[in-house]
T-cell receptor
Framework: SAVISQKPSRDICQRGTSLTIQCQVD?????MFWYRQQPGQSLTLIAT?????????ESGFVIDKFPISRPNLTFSTLTVSNLSPEDSSIYLC???????????FGPGTRLTVL | EDQVTQSPEALRLQEGESSSLNCSYT??????LFWYRQDPGKGPEFLFT???AGEEKEKERLKATLTKKESFLHITAPKPEDSATYLC????????????FGTGTRLQVFP
């Protein structure tokens, strides 16, 4: 399995600001994903981060709100823009060797919006 | 629409008291069913992948089984360190890189 780190581990932000979350993997991986886990709810896929091209977003998530970068095969960022209290959640990145392989998750970033 | 339902939502067991967690799923062509363990404040930890009905996998006190409609995670003689939330996810044929997660079963094992 891969070793995955996320920064920051937690943050408290003001309404209307943005937060950028970093995900770093210790080895090259084909697939990187971003999930949201709201309190008491299951993990929901936000988007697949594609290396060298635009991310693929799931229904209900848009690039203007959740811009994603993936400059290489070991690193990705997720920005949560124009924050509102409803964005308070845990954000997780995951990686996989291939599209049908098991995914391994980072430790998560806990975001609180005041 | 692909869907995963886990039951019970919460389970309290005495140490040594075996039990099973259920994951019922609806998916267009199952590619894989995944079990994860999640401790508070941490990301999910991968446990098992099951691909076809009848398949079983074991790891220490855990055994996962799969039928065409559901999966069970059997916990034999649990210990307090098995306390965690157990998540089930499926991957379907039409969205092969997407995992659909259930809401999990929160397990507490008391000494």
């Amino acid at each position: 399995s891969a070793v995955i780190s996320q920064k920051p581990s937690r943050d408290i932000c003001q309404r209307g600001t943005s937060l950028t979350i970093q995900c770093q993997v210790d080895s090259q991986v084909t697939m990187m994903f971003w999930y949201r886990q709201q309190p008491g709810q299951s993990l929901t896929l936000i988007a697949t981060a594609n290396q060298g091209s635009e991310a693929t977003y799931e229904s209900g998530f848009v690039i203007d709100k959740f811009p994603i970068s993936r400059p290489n095969l070991t690193f990705s960022t997720l920005t949560v823009s124009n924050l509102s209290p409803e964005d308070s959640s845990i954000y997780l990145c995951s990686v996989a060797r291939g599209p049908e392989d098991e995914q391994f998750f980072g430790p998560g970033t806990r975001l609180t919006v005041l | 629409e692909d869907q995963v339902t886990q039951s019970p939502e919460a389970l309290r067991l005495q140490e040594g008291e075996s039990s099973s967690l259920n994951c019922s799923y609806t998916v267009s062509g199952l590619r894989g069913l995944f079990w994860y363990r999640q401790d508070p404040g941490k990301g999910p930890e991968f446990l098992f992948t099951l691909y076809s009905a009848g398949e079983e996998k074991e790891k220490e006190r855990l055994k996962a089984t799969l039928t065409k409609k559901e999966s069970f995670l059997h916990i034999t003689a649990p210990k307090p360190e098995d306390s965690a939330t157990y998540l089930c996810a499926v991957q379907g044929s039409y969205n092969t890189d997407k995992l659909i997660f259930g809401t999990g079963t929160r397990l507490q094992v008391f000494p």
